[in-house]
């Protein structure tokens, strides 16, 4: 009964922004750390950003951490993925996941996830 449903996506030009948004349901949401995670056409599952469960430590992938903030509203049921500046090749589903434990930055270590929302920046 755990469901993740992604929202925010769609077409953007270079540049422009957008917030993402991930709702929860099915489980005591303010008791999970949460992941976002995107995948281009071809490509490798890849780790984006996570958050703990009370919202204070968070941790981003090297390249994305200056465009990329991630935040959660407890009290929604939300995690969030800001992103700034977007970049053609920022083109991809994005998708967030309940974490499970271990690390942070393996597919792996995520034992549920939403469908994904597709993000397509023209150029």
């Known amino acids: 009964q755990v469901q993740l449903v992604e929202s925010g996506g769609g077409l953007v030009q270079a540049g422009g922004s957008l917030n993402l948004s991930c709702t929860a349901s099915g489980y005591t949401f303010s008791t999970y750390d949460m992941g976002w995670f995107r995948q281009a056409p071809g490509k490798e599952r890849e780790f984006l950003a996570a958050?703990?469960?009370?919202?204070?430590?968070?941790d981003y992938r090297h390249s994305v951490n200056v465009r990329f903030t991630i935040s959660r509203d407890n009290a929604k049921n939300t995690v969030y993925l800001q992103i700034n500046s977007l970049k053609p090749e920022d083109t991809a589903v994005y998708y967030c996941?309940?974490?499970?434990?271990?690390?942070?930055?393996?597919?792996?270590?995520?034992?549920?996830w939403g469908q994904g929302t597709q993000v397509t920046v023209s150029s």
């Open positions: 996941a309940r974490f499970a434990g271990g690390s942070w930055y393996n597919v792996e270590s995520y034992n549920y």
């Open positions: 958050i703990n469960w009370s919202g204070d430590t968070r």
